[in-house]
């Protein structure tokens, strides 16, 4: 049942890159994007990452496509449907990068021979979200082993809010 | 399943490349990224049934970061609209050589 689940979802997502890919309107292409962002949530679930699957609805495709979709909005931008794909020889060159990149991946994703890996990695989740819940199994050792990178990344986001704002503001002339 | 979720990331990373390479329009390539970034979320989710649950605090960062990075390059897009009246990558070659 869950691997028919996971095959929906991954064709899901695969149609809506696809989608992002080739659309022609900026927003059709955001459109897909959350159809894409939406069916990975469902594949997070599938493998038992529940706390990230409603992260990524919430954050990814709630407030981050946002801020996309406003930009399209305010820059008017939502009517540009000139075709803007690469041609020539900048085309051919992308399609041996990707096939090339495609073949590296597929040669180091594919597995050994075709099984999954085995690891004490489900078990110790499945320990850990039995004891403290789905949201405690992240948070313990987030606030304890990884609190350091936790607090970098909060000065990140600061300086990522302070650049973002001086680089959008209206210089005033004085 | 997990062999599977390594080979749905391989493919979207792969066409978040192809867009990038391939698109013009700025926001679009804006998305792309944000499709490889997720690409990489969930090899690390996949991966953290086999290692533990630090894959799945990676994903966090990753987040974080995709966030700042999408909120740093819509004001550059912003900034650099002011000035050319478009997002058509062709149009900025100030830089590029």
């Known amino acids: 049942m869950t691997d028919i689940l996971f095959y929906v979802f991954a064709a899901v997502a695969i149609g809506g890159a696809l989608g992002v890919v080739l659309a022609r309107s900026p927003v059709g292409s955001l459109l897909f994007m959350v159809t894409t962002l939406a069916s990975l949530a469902a594949v997070f679930v599938l493998l038992e990452a529940h706390f990230l699957a409603a992260i990524q609805v919430i954050v990814y495709a709630g407030a981050i496509m946002v801020l996309f979709m406003f930009v399209i909005m305010l820059l008017n931008l939502g009517h540009d449907y000139e075709r803007d794909l690469r041609g020539g020889v900048f085309g051919v060159l992308s399609f041996a990068v990707i096939g090339l990149m495609a073949g590296l991946l597929a040669r180091q994703f594919g597995g050994p021979d075709g099984t999954d890996r085995v690891g004490p990695g489900a078990a110790s989740i499945d320990a850990a979200i039995a004891e403290h819940g789905a949201i405690g199994a992240i948070a313990e050792p987030l606030y304890t082993t990884y609190v350091v990178p936790f607090e970098i990344t909060g000065i990140l986001l600061l300086v990522a809010i302070v650049g973002a704002i001086v680089l959008a503001k209206r210089r005033v002339q004085p | ?97």
Not at chain 2, 72 to 96: D, P, Q, W
């Open chain 2, 1 to 97: 399943m997990i062999n599977g979720a390594l080979v749905l990331s391989a493919i979207l990373f792969v066409l978040g490349t192809f867009g990038v390479l391939v698109r013009r329009n700025a926001i679009i390539m804006f998305l792309c990224i944000e499709l490889q970034l997720n690409a990489v979320n969930l090899a690390f989710v996949a991966f953290s049934r086999v290692v533990g649950i630090e894959g799945q605090i990676f994903v966090f960062f990753v987040m974080t970061v995709a966030a700042a990075e999408a909120a740093v390059g819509l004001a550059i897009i912003i900034s650099i609209f002011r000035h050319y009246e478009t997002v058509n990558v062709n149009n900025f070659n100030l830089l590029k050589w």
